[in-house]
Structure formats: structure tokens, C-alpha cells
């Protein structure tokens, strides 16, 4: 940002602008969302500051008005609002310093938001249903076996045939974990997450499988749908997998990093 800016803010907060100047400065706050946040950083900074000594400013007290500022206006989380401060002794730097830090504090924040809008919770699972969910692997020949046939319409994407077989095999043998876990699959492929989620459900309250997957489908369905509430309940359900080190676990460690 252009440093006559800076001086703009610092002339308007010591009442030395005309009314006109004023008028104008206002106006453009107004109208530039950017230029509005900085001014509110540039004057919270110089509000928290005034009345000490501006020779005897000390580095924790910067320091701990940057990170009000983080959290006040980004919401930022607390590995993220250490800021790295420089000593100053006068007047001048620290004025000069007020407002390096405001556009620092800006654009480190900007980082973050595009760096978590890069790590959604919800891109993540949309890019494990691509690589791993959109195209069942087939291991029969699929004009004997039920379960290869739905798995077929699947991949051929018939989801309305794939579910009939799914459904019809699963009716008849509730033990088959196979056909549930493709009905949830399923289902969430078509975006019915709330069916996905029963299915899935119902996976994970089987026992003696090995490495059952229902909980990690179950965070991943959370993750797409992406309701309220949905995410914190999926960060439970991916430390369950951890925990218990289930189908997933490996994807589901990497993922709570982000969350």
C-alpha cells in the first residue's frame, strides 16, 4: 500500500485533515473494504498505544496488540498470530512501524485464508472420492457374481441399477459388509449423504472385519456434505480412525493436520 496513506490515517486521527479532506477520506473508506481494514488496524494500534511513552514502547506490548488485531479482525488461530517484532526507540520508527505492521498483519493473514481455502475439509474429501471412490475395482467376472454386476453399473455410472444389486444382496445377507459399504459408496456418489451416512453407520457397527472402513466413509460424507456441525463431527471421526488405526488411518492422520 502507498505510504501516503499512512499519513492520510495519521492526519485524519489527529484532526489536521479539512473538513473537505475529511469528507473525501470517509468516503473512500466507505467504498474500499481493503483500505477500511487497514485504516482500523493502522488506528487500534495508535488507540492501544497512546498515553505511553512512545521512546519506552516495549516489544510485548506490540506484540501483544498485533495479536488482538489477528484475532479481532481475521479470526486467525493461535500458531498464527506470533508476529516477529524489531525494537524501536523513536517516535518516527515507531509511527513508521505502526503502519509496516498493519500491511504485514494484512498479508499474512491473506496467506492463511488462501491457504486454508486450498485445504478445505471439503476439498480433501472430494479429492479421495476422485482417486479412490469414483471407479470400484472389480475382481470377478461380472456375469456371475451379483456384487460385480452392481459394481459394473457402478462404474458405468447407473447408480439407480448399482443400488438395486447393492441393496437386493445386502437384504439377503446382512453380513455381506461388501455390499453395504458400495450402497453407501453409492449413495454418495449420487449426493445423498444423509442415506451415505446410514449406510455407513451401519458398516461401522459391524464387527470382525478387519480394518473397518465405516468411520473414515462416515468422516468423508461429514466432510462432503459439510453442514454445520459436520466438520467438527468428521475431526472426531478421523481421530477415531487414528486411534484405532482403521481403514484410513493413513489419509485421516494427514488430514487432521489441517483441521
Do not use: C
Not at 55 to 79: C, D, H, I, M, W
Not at 213 to 230: E, I, S, W, Y
Amino acid at each position: 500500500m502507498n505510504t501516503d496513506r499512512f499519513e492520510q490515517f495519521e492526519f485524519y486521527l489527529s484532526g489536521t485533515m479539512s473538513s473537505e479532506e475529511k469528507a473525501l477520506f470517509e468516503a473512500e473508506l466507505s467504498a474500499d473494504e481493503e483500505l477500511h481494514t487497514t485504516f482500523e488496524v493502522y488506528r487500534t494500534i495508535e488507540t492501544e498505544m497512546r498515553g505511553k511513552e512512545q521512546n519506552s514502547v516495549k516489544e510485548t506490548e506490540l506484540r501483544g496488540s498485533l495479536q488482538t488485531l489477528n484475532s479481532r479482525y481475521f479470526n486467525a488461530g493461535p500458531e498464527e498470530k506470533t508476529a516477529r517484532i524489531i525494537p524501536f526507540y523513536t517516535s518516527k520508527v515507531y509511527r513508521w512501524a505502526v503502519a509496516v505492521a498493519a500491511v504485514l498483519t494484512i498479508g499474512v493473514v491473506s496467506y492463511i485464508a488462501f491457504f486454508r481455502q486450498d485445504h478445505d475439509s471439503r476439498q480433501l474429501a472430494t479429492a479421495y472420492y476422485n482417486e479412490n471412490l469414483a471407479q470400484l475395482s472389480q475382481t470377478m467376472d461380472a456375469t456371475r457374481d451379483s456384487l460385480q454386476l452392481g459394481i459394473a453399473a457402478y462404474n458405468d455410472k447407473d447408480f439407480s441399477k448399482a443400488l438395486s444389486y447393492f441393496e437386493s444382496i445386502y437384504s439377503r445377507q446382512p453380513d455381506n459388509s461388501e455390499a453395504l459399504k458400495n450402497a453407501g459408496i453409492t449413495y454418495l456418489a449420487t449426493g445423498n449423504y444423509d442415506k451415505a451416512l446410514m449406510s455407513f453407520e451401519e458398516l461401522s457397527a459391524m464387527k470382525n472385519m478387519y480394518a473397518n472402513p465405516g468411520n473414515f466413509l462416515k468422516a468423508v460424507t461429514l466432510m462432503l456434505r459439510n453442514r454445520d456441525g459436520d466438520r467438527d463431527k468428521a475431526r472426531q471421526l478421523l481421530e477415531q480412525v487414528v486411534k484405532e488405526r482403521a481403514e484410513g488411518s493413513r489419509e485421516a492422520e494427514e488430514w487432521l493436520k489441517g483441521f
